[in-house]
C-alpha cells in the first residue's frame, strides 16, 4: 500500500496536478489524463496497480497479507512542482521492481498462486454472509 500510495500520489502531481501550472488555467478545461503529457503516467499508473492487485491476491493465498503491518510508521514529505520530486518517485519504482523480483513472479504467467477468475458473487450478497469465527473454547 505504501508504494502504491507515493506511486499515486507522485505521478499524479507530475502528470495531472503539474499541468494548470505549466500550462495556464486552459489545462483546468481539459479531462484528466486525456493531454498528451499525462498519457504515460496514465499507462504507467494502470500497470502497476494490476500488479500491485495481482501481487496481494498470491498473498491472500498463501496468508501473508499484512505479515509486516504491525508497528510499522510511514512518514512521508510529500510531493511539489519542482524537479526534484522526481527522486521519491524513482526510488518507489525501483522499489517495484525489487518487490517484482521477491515475490512478484509468483502471479507472472497465470501461476498457481494467483487464484482464477472468482465467483460472480455480488458484494452485497458476500457482505450479507455471516463470517464463521472458530471459537476458542467448546461449550458444554
Known sequence: MRLAFLLDLGLY?????????????????EPVFSTPASVPFFH???AYNRRFALIARARR???S???RND???FLFQGYTFSPSSVFPIARALAEWACLEAKEGWRSWLGSKHVPKKQSKVSP?????????VPSS????
Open 44 to 46: 504507467l499508473m494502470r
Open 13 to 29: 502531481i507530475l502528470g495531472v496536478a503539474s499541468q494548470p501550472a505549466k500550462r495556464g488555467a486552459k489545462a483546468l478545461s
Open 65 to 67: 497479507l499484512g505479515s
Open 137 to 140: 473454547s467448546s461449550s458444554a
Open 71 to 73: 508497528s510499522r510508521r
Open 61 to 63: 493465498l498463501r496468508n
Open 124 to 132: 452485497s450478497l458476500a457482505m450479507a454472509q455471516p463470517a464463521v
